[in-house]
Each structure stands twice: as C-alpha cells, then as structure tokens.
C-alpha cells in the first residue's frame, strides 16, 4: 500500500512537472506564433541614406532583417531610396509583435547606384518615432555610406 501511494505521489510530481514546463508566457507564445494581438497593425521603418559627403543617394536598395528567439531572420525586406534618400519599408506583420525591434533588426544597404559603393556595414539604431493605435513608425534616422 504504502509503495502504491509513493508510486502515486512520484506520477503526479512528474506529471506537474510536465505541466509547468508547457506554460509560456503570453509573450512567448505571441512571438512564436508570429503575430501580436492586433493583426490589423503596421508597423513602418524609413530612414535616410546619404553619401559621406552628405548628399541623398536615389535608387539604392536597402534591407532590414530581424530575428526572434524562435525564428531567425533569412531573409531581407527590401525599400529603395527616393531622391531625398529616403526609404520607407513596411514590415511584414510576422514581425509586428517583436518587443524590441531595436535589438532583433539590422539594416544593410543591398545596392548602391554608381559612383557610390555598397558598404557591407551593418546598421542598428532603430528607434520609435511615433505609435498610435496598433501603427508604429521606427527610424533608424541618417545612415552614411562610409
Ligand atoms: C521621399 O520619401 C519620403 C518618405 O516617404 C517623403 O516624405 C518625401 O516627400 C519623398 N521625397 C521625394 C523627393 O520624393
Ligand atoms: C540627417 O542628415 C540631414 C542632411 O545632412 C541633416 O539635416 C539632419 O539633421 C540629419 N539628421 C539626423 C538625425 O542626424
């Protein structure tokens, strides 16, 4: 009897065990769903690429590619410059619920036009600009080709 109700009390142990191990936080289980609470958000980043002498570089690709603890990044989105350098990238929303998007992402420049060179520099430096019901805006303000 007394070896029964050990055996018992053992099972019961393991199987909270189990249970305990099966909880994730909310936050967790957003971020390896892929998506936050609000599926309808956007969440833009824009930036502004110069020259090392200062002036806007048109026409160049630039990619942003960010990771979680349970995907990693494999692949870049992509904007391209305007005459003001400026790019605006729309994140596609499997990326939306990452907390700190200034830490998980990096930005390249993919493509220059000519007389310009492609800098293998990774970027970082990502802040929040603004935020508004599920809309968030990111910068990551002047990026200078070296
Ligand atoms: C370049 O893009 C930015 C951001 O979308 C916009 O505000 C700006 O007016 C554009 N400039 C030109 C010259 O198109
Ligand atoms: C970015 O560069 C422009 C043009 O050189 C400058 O006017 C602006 O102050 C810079 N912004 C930041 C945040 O450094």
């Given at each position: 009897m007394r070896f029964l109700l050990m055996s018992m009390t053992l099972v019961l142990v393991v199987a909270s065990g189990e249970a305990a191990r099966e909880r994730w936080t909310r936050n967790e289980m957003v971020e390896m769903a892929g998506?936050?609470?609000?599926?309808l958000s956007s969440v833009l980043l824009t930036a502004t690429l110069l020259s090392s002498s200062s002036s806007p570089i048109h026409g160049a690709t630039v990619g942003i590619k960010c990771h979680t603890r349970y995907r990693k990044g494999s692949k870049w989105i992509k904007g391209v410059t305007n005459e003001s350098g400026k790019f605006v990238i729309d994140l596609p929303?499997?990326?939306?619920?990452?907390?700190?998007l200034d830490k998980a992402c990096i930005i390249k420049t993919l493509s220059v036009p000519k007389p310009y060179r492609c800098s293998s520099k990774i970027h970082r430096g990502i802040q929040l600009l603004s935020s508004s019901s599920g809309s968030r805006v990111y910068t990551a303000g002047n990026i200078t080709l070296q």
């Open positions: 998506y936050g609470e609000q599926k929303s499997h990326l939306h619920a990452i907390p700190d």
